[in-house]
């Protein structure tokens, strides 16, 4: 589980790719994403049970959002936990 500090980058690194992904189309719901970032970093750095490695894990834990307009920040976060590469947002 990442600590306080590491918790407060993982969130600015996730605001960071919200923020870029909106810039190259220049439209987009900024503030739904950026609502959820900071549930998001918690949840990704280090509260839910994941592998991003091994993705098929039984143990893992699920994550469903119905937020749509969030869906940029949950990218950012997956991209930046290793599901993806960061170069595909």
């Keep these: 589980m990442y ?3 590491e918790l407060k980058r993982f969130a600015r690194d ?3 790719h919200v923020l870029k992904a909106f810039g190259n189309p220049g439209f987009g719901h900024i503030g739904g994403s ?3 970032v900071d549930v998001l970093a918690v949840l990704y750095g280090g ?3 994941i592998d991003p490695q091994n993705s098929d894990w039984e143990e893992r834990d699920y994550f469903v959002m ?3 307009h ?3 920040a949950l990218y950012a976060a997956l991209a ?3 599901y993806f590469p960061v170069e595909e947002l």
Excluded: F, T, W
Aim: charged share 30%.
């Design 3 to 5: 600590q306080e500090d």
């Design 70 to 72: 969030a869906g940029p």
């Design 47 to 49: 509260v839910m049970k």
């Design 34 to 36: 950026m609502s959820a």
């Design 80 to 82: 930046l936990r290793g």
């Design 66 to 68: 119905s937020k749509g």
């Design 14 to 16: 996730i605001r960071v």
